[in-house]
C-alpha cells in the first residue's frame, strides 16, 4: 500500500498548529520534506521485525557511571555562611509568582 501524500493543506495545519510562520518557500519544501519522512516510515512499517528484539540502542552499551555511593560534603554552616541571606537554617530566596512581599 503506497503512503497518502502530505500536501501543502497539511503542511499549512501543522504550521498553524505549531505556531510557526513559514514563507511560501518554506511551505513548498516542508511538503516535500515531510512527505519523503512519511515515506520511509512507510518503508520501515513495512518491514517484518518478527525476529528482532526491542532495543533502545543499536549497539550493546554498558553504565559508564560510577557506582553512587553516599560520600562526605561540603558543611551546612559553611555553605550558609556564604548565602546572602538564611532563614530557618536554610537559603531565604526571593517570593516569587505573585506573592505578596513580606
Same mark, same amino acid.
Given at each position: ?11 499549512? +495545519? $501543522?504550521? +498553524?498548529?505549531?505556531?510557526?510562520? !513559514? ?6 519544501? !516542508?511538503?516535500? @520534506?515531510?512527505? /519523503?519522512? =512519511? *515515506?520511509?516510515?512507510? @518503508? &520501515?512499517?513495512? =518491514? /517484518? !521485525?518478527?525476529? &528482532? ?5 543499536? =549497539?550493546? =552499551? &554498558?553504565? $559508564?557511571? #560510577?557506582?553512587?555511593?553516599? #560520600?562526605?560534603? $561540603? /558543611?551546612? /554552616? ?11 537554617? #536554610?537559603? %531565604? &530566596?526571593? %517570593? ?5 512581599? *513580606?
Amino acid at each position: 500500500m503506497a503512503p497518502e501524500r502530505i500536501t501543502r493543506a497539511d503542511v499549512e +495545519h $501543522v504550521a +498553524h498548529l505549531a505556531r510557526l510562520a !513559514l514563507t511560501e518557500p518554506e511551505i513548498e519544501e !516542508l511538503t516535500g @520534506q515531510l512527505g /519523503d519522512i =512519511l *515515506g520511509y516510515a512507510a @518503508q &520501515v512499517s513495512a =518491514l /517484518d !521485525l518478527t525476529e &528482532v528484539p526491542p532495543t533502545a540502542h543499536p =549497539l550493546p =552499551l &554498558v553504565n $559508564v557511571f #560510577r557506582p553512587d555511593e553516599a #560520600r562526605p560534603g $561540603v /558543611d551546612r /554552616d559553611e555553605v550558609l555562611a556564604q548565602a546572602p541571606a538564611t532563614e530557618n537554617n #536554610r537559603f %531565604r &530566596v526571593p %517570593r516569587i509568582l505573585g506573592e505578596a512581599r *513580606g
